[in-house]
């Protein structure tokens, strides 16, 4: 649990379903990478695509809600509501949200410090798809993308179009949405999107109020496009707070605290795609992301602030040579970072270049090879200053073995640049933490017909110099006398995912998926010792099945199994017990109406959806929400 007044601040900010439908033979799609930059060779790699049409059978509301449950990745949710929660892949615990990779059209979500993305600002209507790409991906990613990349590809409709929608359901809550596409003409379109959101939500001193605007002008002409973005956000929540056990088996709503946030975000996006030739194509992409915040914490109101400027250009090349069809990608990555809080200002500014080639060897097998150099300056306070720079490398083979099955490894470099959070309250022998450095080996194999889908992949990664928070480590600069960010000593995760769907007929499919995840320390005083807030055992199924032809209704059952509690590093307490909660969604549409049905936690499952150890209280636990209903009414134009 962090326990500085830094890292309480930053805490503060806002941070496949499958329908009945025929597959076709297995053909990987074109993955968006780097910034949103198309990648048409095959990616060697674990890749799970949620299609729009999965989004929409699933009848959430959330993001969070459409993640939950898919291979590879746990929750973790300190405030109740989803909007502040994040997501681990391959076996993360409390630092998952710096260690797992959000993307939205390729800007970054991740926060440049302890906060975790606001989901709520990527509003259902305006995703297209989801790409889950499991696993390492510093070479084409950056900084972050340590056990994985959730990277959102955003809506382009082709038509005039517009779509209202009302929800109400448990808590209080009601919600308006809507979204409008306009083909203005001689190439151009326009596209507005807002959701206004407000709920008491399941515990007390917990209410939230929401809204989010979201336009885009686009100009597409015959060698490529241009689009101006802009997004405003005013997000306000109160926080309830820890609770003990006694207190949570009390009265599992009640508050433990009196703070609250108020935070307003806008967000400038400029972007443009040029084809030079049949070879050469240059994208570029600019955003700024400027969030102001008020929040209540330690009996005072405080201020704070956050300037994100990202500037990305790259150069891809398309051409056939003597071995194949090859791809070539050059791009650069600078993301400017200042934040202030406290009466302290902290500026960081990476600067990567980075290269992808993918070669085509004969017409089944692709060869991946990738290259990128970092740097990070770091201005603390004014006062302490520091530069770094390391190199990541990739290579991967892809094998399309036979039409229906493709097998692929990888081996890659991670990397990832401690924080201006984390280097804010270190030892006082430390002024900048060492960056966390380590090996990502993916295997895998896929078998995909015309009935079914079937993928087993393994992997292993191995770090030096993690980055984590240690609670219980004496620090005579805390406030108590314990607590710090540190490099730990050796640590491996390795495991391996089983998924699989059948298409039973034409009105029902089944799909399922387990997860086996060790995480452990290999070396230091927690050695051998698991992950503490880390799944061992993680697995879903879902039904899908079309009542008839305008109704299609869907039940999903997600467990977690036991895990030590978050800064148990030592296993002091026993784990928290493994859950299943089970999930039913029901749509109905006629002609231009859409009615939706969505029961989480059908069965009122008490469980936490968060849980840690304090060194001086002890076990603190975030209860979870029981049954919530939602229901949407809605019209198309």
């Known amino acids: 649990m962090k326990l500085s007044r830094l890292a309480l601040a930053v805490a503060l900010l806002p941070a496949p379903t499958l329908y009945a439908t025929e597959l076709e033979p297995y053909e990987l799609e074109p993955s968006v990478v780097t910034r949103a930059t198309t990648l048409n060779s095959p990616v060697p790699a674990s890749v799970q695509v949620i299609s729009r049409s999965d989004i929409e059978s699933s009848v959430a509301t959330k ?45 970054s979500l991740n926060q440049p410090f302890m906060a975790g993305a606001d989901f709520n600002s990527v509003p259902l ?74 709920s008491d939500n399941y515990r007390k001193h917990n209410e939230s109020n929401y809204d989010n605007l979201f336009t885009r ?30 207190q949570k088996k009390n009265d599992r709503k009640q508050a433990n605290s009196t703070d609250w946030n108020d935070t307003k975000t806008e967000v400038h996006r400029f972007a443009l795609k040029q084809k030079i030739n049949d070879i050469f194509s ?11 915040g008020v929040f209540y914490s330690y009996g005072s109101k405080n201020q704070q602030s956050v300037r994100t400027d990202s500037f990305n250009p790259r150069l891809t090349a398309r051409f056939d040579s003597s071995l194949g069809l090859a791809e070539v990608l050059l791009g650069y990555d600078q993301i400017e970072s200042d934040y202030r809080a406290w009466g302290s200002k902290y500026d960081q500014t990476r600067r990567d270049w980075y290269s992808s080639i993918s070669q085509g060897l004969g017409k089944d097998i692709t060869l991946n090879l990738g290259y990128r150099t970092s740097q990070v300056k770091e201005d603390f306070k004014n006062t302490s200053k520091h530069r770094d720079r390391e190199e990541s490398t990739s290579i991967g083979l892809s094998w399309q073995v036979t039409e229906d099955i493709r097998t692929f490894v990888k081996r890659e470099d991670v990397l990832r640049w401690a924080n201006v959070d984390e280097n804010g309250f270190t030892l006082p022998s430390v002024d900048f933490l060492k960056p966390q450095l380590g090996t990502s080996w993916e295997t895998g194999i896929e078998w995909r017909d015309a009935l079914q889908n079937y993928q087993l992949s393994a992997f292993r990664l191995d770090l030096d110099n993690e980055l984590l928070y240690d609670s219980e480590i004496n620090n005579p600069n805390s406030w108590n006398g314990k607590g710090a960010n540190i490099n730990l000593d050796k640590t491996r995760r390795q495991g391996f995912m089983l998924e699989g769907m059948r298409q039973v007929s034409d009105d029902l499919s089944v799909s399922a998926q387990y997860t086996l995840t060790d995480a452990r320390y290999r070396a230091g005083s927690f050695k ?67 009615t939706k049905l969505r029961v989480n936690n059908i069965t009122g499952k008490e469980y936490d959806s968060h849980a840690g150890l304090s060194p001086f209280a002890g076990p603190y636990y975030y209860p979870a929400a029981k049954r919530v209903t939602t229901v949407s009414v809605g019209y198309k134009f």
């Open 528 to 594: 051998d010792k698991e992950v503490a807030w880390v799944s061992k055992h993680m697995a879903s199924a879902q039904i899908n099945y079309t009542v008839f032809e305008r109704m299609t209704a869907q039940l999903e059952a997600n467990y977690t199994g036991p895990r030590y509690l978050s800064s148990d590093d030592k296993h002091e307490q026993a784990k928290e017990g493994g859950f299943t909660v089970f999930n039913a969604a029901l749509k109905y549409e006629y002609k231009d109406l859409v």
């Open 125 to 198: 209507s305006n995703i297209e798809r989801i790409e889950i790409i499991r696993g390492a991906g510093t070479v084409l990613y950056g900084d972050q993308a340590v056990g994985g990349v959730i990277n959102i590809i955003t809506r382009e409709p082709t038509k005039t179009s517009a779509y209202v929608e009302i929800s109400r359901g448990s808590q209080d809550t009601e919600a308006y949405r809507g979204n409008v596409f306009a083909n203005l003409g001689a190439g151009f379109s326009a596209y507005i999107s807002g959701e206004s959101n407000n």
């Open 63 to 107: 993001l969070l809600d459409v993640l939950r449950g898919k291979a590879g990745i746990q929750v973790h949710d300190t405030v109740g509501n989803g909007s502040r929660a994040t997501f681990s892949l391959r076996g993360f615990g409390e630092n998952s949200v710096n260690n797992t990779l959000l993307l939205v059209d390729g800007r």
């Open 282 to 292: 240059f994208n570029f992409d600019y955003s700024n992301a400027d969030q102001d």
């Open 217 to 246: 002008l686009k100009f597409d002409h015959e060698n490529g496009w241009l689009l101006y973005e802009y997004q405003t956000i005013d997000d306000e929540l109160k926080y309830p707070g820890t609770l003990s056990a006694s």
